[in-house]
């Protein structure tokens, strides 16, 4: 399940995800997404605003899509891992990302989807749904 949620994302490369700030939400592009201890995970910088957003309220929702006609919708609660394997990980994966950020530089910030519900939309299938 999460293995296909991987795949969307990578193949899209870009996804926008939805923060809440109060009562305002905001939304950014990101372009990371590892699995790592059989947890998906995204990664940003703790001195950013989406990182205070997340550490007040982890719900959050995702959205990509791949071509003209294809979408997913992603709604969990983001959970920071703070161990520094999971940093490893998500730098090795994305080693674009090392000239600005480092596992032990204290800003690097790395979360988990859990509490999830992706759904995979169309317009020319029907919706299909899956939840870990």
Known sequence: IMEKVLEFLKQAGVYYIA???GDQPHVRPFG????????????TGKSKDVAKQIAANGKVEI?????????????????EDDRREA???MLEA????K?????DDG???????????????SFTKP???VSW
Not at 107 to 116: E, F, G, M, P, S
Request: one cysteine or more; hydrophobic letters at 40%.
């Open 32 to 43: 990371t997404v590892n699995l790592f201890d059989n947890k998906l995970y995204i990664q």
């Open 107 to 121: 800003n690097t910030v790395v979360y988990y989807l859990t509490d999830a519900t992706a759904t995979f939309c």
């Open 19 to 21: 923060t809440v700030d």
């Open 99 to 103: 000239s600005m950020y480092d596992p």
């Open 94 to 97: 994305y080693p674009s990302l």
């Open 63 to 79: 959205s990509a899509m791949v071509g003209q006609d294809s979408w997913i919708r992603l709604c969990c609660t983001l959970v």
């Open 87 to 89: 940093r490893v990980s």
């Open 127 to 129: 919706a299909e749904t």
